[in-house]
DNA sequence: TTGTATGCGTTATCAA
DNA sequence: TTGATAACGCATACAA
């Protein structure tokens, strides 16, 4: 015969005439029982096909399940395509596989779903917060859960435990490096906006990591340059990010006149900004200086280098990680960033 | 005051005068409520502070956690640091976040836990094997749950569920065309060979992926050449996977004589033979042909850009996550592969 | 449309 | 060293 359900705890106990707790405890506290009487249970359980302690069972029964999320808003590819993504990744997974804990991806919060439901029915201990868009009331869903979380790059979330970069000094060092260098038509390629589509009280549309803008515009206007002279073009969603960072330094590219230098809010970005100049035989850094954001490895490997913005990538996931695992009710890290001159930067013709 | 600890559904049910069952209707089955009393519900939930159904006990009750795991025999960070695993993770994200299903990235299984105590404790519907290990044995502790598995690229594997690649009609296709050019000292870049320590009934260390260097042994015996004139160097697991690639390249080309051929197991073993040719001021492919495997984006990058055999990782993934969540008992899927030639062979000197 | 009763499989507490 | 009891929080069959 074949029983379609496993057996259970239970099922161990009536057979080996012990109670539940004995066996239990056979699993769970094997001192707390004579060792042939341990070898005995297991003995049986394997005999008799119990595969141990049932895993939500437990998480019910202890209040612990020993998951954490992870929650972004793009979808999930989106993720994995990004390098400066798989990076942070990196550093998250790294720290709870050392701890033993898993880091489930959960399906990505939808536009459509205000309620976030996927945030409410989460079998987690804990939920890491990757989500691009500066409104965290999605994540109310989750913090009425009273379980630790993380922001990361929350933006302007309020949230009481986050890990975010100096975005704003980041870029504003990148300008003021073009500036600098005698550059005065500036253009930059920003990230795409970001829908609330039908969502009341929100705007249309914002935009995405405005410290990143506004550090661009404070070295503009500590250099009294005019605000309104600098390009600002969005990328689309189109594709990867760097296929997207090729047609916004397309539009770029095509204007005049013609900016001389690119601030693109990320690696792939500049390195699609690159691929553009290449397309229009439009020579950099000789005729137009890159700079990027992240110091990827893609960084390095564009022709030629990109002069870029570095962040701890790795290090942020780690971060994030550990806030976590400690349980840190309120900790606000900010990490530093740091300016990297590689080739793709020089004075305008 | 402040309760420690969150309201249930019975607390809520008491707030509002009704049963249990009615207030669990009320998040489940919305049909089966008036809508007044389903407003009045969720009204005094939001009141109380009721996150809404506990998941943990929801998944107890209903016996699915909407949870799939994924393990891996290597650290995390290794996972994220190949192209290739990339590719199928971002196969399997995208089908189970559209499926609204998470992915839960289990602890690694170490070498140090024969009963894999992981797998036996992972709150998850179903698991896919990412394992290279050609042993199974650990995995016996997750078949015991009588749960959905799949196993990818499971080499010896008996899974009854699994998808992989023609893995030695790949290598052989590479081998043979080596061998078409005319090449005749050829050499092979391995994978890293596997630890079984102190595992009994095992060899101390097997070799991965044995099929792809069987697919290079059928190409050298069918053109008449005698195997043991094909050298082979393993990888060994230091740093990144084009550094060892790197250093087995260099242990290659320190011979002599020098192969004029490279067959390399992956496309970032590949990459770091070519770092090594380059080290060395040796011309590719004019001095040394070297061939990949994969496809990933790195063999359109290197320079010279690698010839390889092509392998649908993302469609891998995918397969993998479909057969897991339709529930194919025993399934056996095995995904073509195709040699791309480009620009690191030619001919011998 | 609403409520009653029961069980999901485990572990913590305490007593023996 | 072992066992009885009582949660853990919920969803389902069934009755009303």
Sequence with gaps: ?????????????RA??????????????????????????????????YPGPDPVARGLRRGRTGVVGLVYDEPLSYMFTDPAAVLFVTGLATVFDDAGTSLALLPRLR??????????????????????????????????????FVTVDGGSTRAACRVGIDDRGGTRAATRHLITLGH???????????????????????ALRPARLGGIRDAVEDAGLPWDSVVVESADEEGTRREAGRRVGGR????????????????????????AARDRAI????????????????AASTAPALTT????????????????????????VELPVELVVRESTAPPP
């Design 16 to 49: 080996v005439g012990v109670s539940r707790t004995t066996v239990s405890n056979a699993y769970n506290r094997p001192d707390q029982l004579s060792k042939q009487l341990r070898d005995r249970i297991l003995a049986a359980a394997e005999d008799l096909g």
């Design 111 to 148: 536009v459509d779903d205000p309620d976030a439901g996927v945030l409410a029915e989460a079998a987690v201990d804990g939920l890491v917060s990757f989500c691009e868009a500066s409104d965290d009331e999605r994540i109310a869903a989750f913090v009425a859960r009273r379980l630790p």
């Design 283 to 298: 020579s950099v850094p000789d005729e137009l200086s890159v700079v990027g954001f992240d110091d990827t490895p893609t």
């Design 252 to 275: 770029i590219l095509d204007r005049s006149p013609r900016p001389t230098a690119v601030v693109a809010m990320s690696d792939e970005l500049a390195a699609g900004v690159i691929d």
């Design 184 to 206: 005065r038509r500036l253009a930059v390629a920003a990230f795409p906006r970001h829908h609330h589509e039908g969502r009341p009280g929100r705007p249309e549309r914002g």
């Design 309 to 332: 913005v570095h962040q701890p990538l790795v290090a942020k996931g780690e971060t994030a990680a550990r806030l976590l695992l400690d349980g840190a009710p309120d900790a606000v």
């Design 1 to 13: 015969m074949f029983s379609m359900s496993l057996p259970t705890l239970a099922d161990v106990a």
